[in-house]
């Protein structure tokens, strides 16, 4: 009778747990469970219990970015560089906020799907450590100047609309 075959086990960097590692796969049914464990009948469309819960209203969004927080964290354990971990966090907060508007904000919750995005970035470091630190590295880097172009754009506005304010006031007394 032939043995059954272990599932490979791949190099991984150092603190890293290998491909098919009973912890990883834990990861991959968590992330799986809350983003795409529901097929939407008669569609190739699925969604997670995360989208469910997201649609209570005040909570939802708080308990999945809790569930999603907690998956961040078993991946620190596991040893993903700072600099994944900063992007996966990235990915929560991302889906988080935009997934607190209500009905749009659940929509995008649906397809951001930031636990499978985030099982994919632990994956690829497990499998390809350089890169995934560069490409993480890469992500932060836009995200960091986008947001202070962000807050440079609101700046702006903000001095824009004060003037304006002022020379209506001016005008007006």
Same mark, same amino acid.
């Given at each position: 009778?032939?043995?059954?075959?272990?599932?490979?086990?791949?190099?991984?960097?150092?603190?890293?747990?290998?491909?098919?590692?009973?912890?990883?796969?834990?990861?991959?049914?968590?992330?799986?469970?809350?983003?795409?464990?529901?097929?939407?009948?008669?569609?190739?469309?699925?969604?997670?219990?995360?989208? @469910? #819960? $997201?649609?209570? &209203?005040?909570? !939802? +969004? *708080?308990?999945?970015?809790?569930?999603?927080?907690?998956?961040?964290?078993? %991946?620190?354990?596991?040893?993903?560089?700072?600099?994944?971990?900063?992007?996966?966090?990235?990915?929560?907060?991302?889906?988080? @906020? #935009? $997934?607190?508007? &209500?009905?749009? !904000? +659940? *929509?995008?919750?649906?397809?951001?799907?930031?636990?499978?995005?985030?099982? %994919?970035?632990?994956?690829?470091?497990?499998?390809?450590?350089?890169?995934?630190?560069?490409?993480?590295?890469?992500?932060?880097?836009?995200? $960091?100047?986008?947001?202070?172009?962000?807050?440079?754009?609101?700046?702006?506005?903000?001095?824009?609309?004060?003037?304006?304010?002022?020379?209506?006031?001016?005008?007006?007394?």
């Amino acid at each position: 009778m032939p043995r059954a075959t272990q599932p490979a086990r791949h190099a991984a960097p150092a603190g890293m747990p290998a491909i098919g590692d009973r912890r990883l796969d834990n990861l991959r049914r968590f992330a799986w469970l809350l983003d795409n464990s529901i097929p939407i009948p008669g569609t190739r469309f699925r969604i997670g219990l995360d989208a @469910i #819960v $997201g649609l209570i &209203p005040g909570i !939802g +969004d *708080l308990a999945g970015g809790a569930a999603s927080v907690w998956f961040v964290l078993q %991946a620190a354990r596991l040893g993903a560089p700072r600099s994944v971990v900063a992007r996966m966090v990235a990915n929560v907060a991302i889906e988080t @906020i #935009v $997934g607190a508007v &209500p009905l749009l !904000g +659940d *929509l995008f919750d649906a397809g951001w799907k930031a636990n499978a995005r985030n099982m %994919a970035l632990v994956e690829r470091h497990a499998s390809a450590p350089v890169a995934a630190r560069a490409s993480s590295r890469k992500f932060l880097a836009v995200l $960091g100047l986008g947001l202070a172009l962000m807050l440079v754009g609101a700046a702006v506005l903000a001095v824009l609309g004060i003037r304006a304010l002022s020379e209506i006031v001016q005008r007006t007394f």
